[in-house]
């Protein structure tokens, strides 16, 4: 069965790094799209990044060029980049796979920024 587990979440400040790491297991990986979303609460569920197969990447636009996405199919790894941290970050960070016509998804990371 395919798994993804995050990791790389925590409390950092305002201005702070943080990369989160998505482990895929039980899928060809390189051969899927993966992608990062985040929900905050009392919020829906929102992409943050996305990588192709063929390593196009695509960001949302409130991600203004802070945050890189990038995979090592090597690794069978995702990996989540983000620089110049703001509060309205915070979030719960998931991991998502389209595999096979449904959506997998890892169980979250939590990723806090205080002001």
């Known amino acids: 069965q395919v798994q993804l587990v995050e990791s790389g979440g925590g409390l950092v400040q305002s201005g702070g790094s943080l990369r989160l790491s998505c482990a895929a297991s039980g899928m060809s990986f390189s051969s899927y799209s993966m992608g990062w979303y985040r929900q905050a609460p009392g919020k829906q569920r929102e992409l943050v990044a996305s990588i192709l197969a063929d390593a196009r990447k695509s960001y949302a636009d409130f991600v203004k060029g802070r945050f890189t996405i990038s995979r090592d199919n090597a690794k069978n790894t995702v990996y989540l980049q983000m620089n110049s941290l703001k509060p309205e970050d915070t979030a719960v960070y998931y991991c998502?796979?389209?595999?096979?016509?449904?959506?997998?998804w890892g169980q979250g990371t939590q990723v806090t920024v205080s002001s």
């Open positions: 998502n796979a389209p595999f096979r016509g449904h959506d997998v």
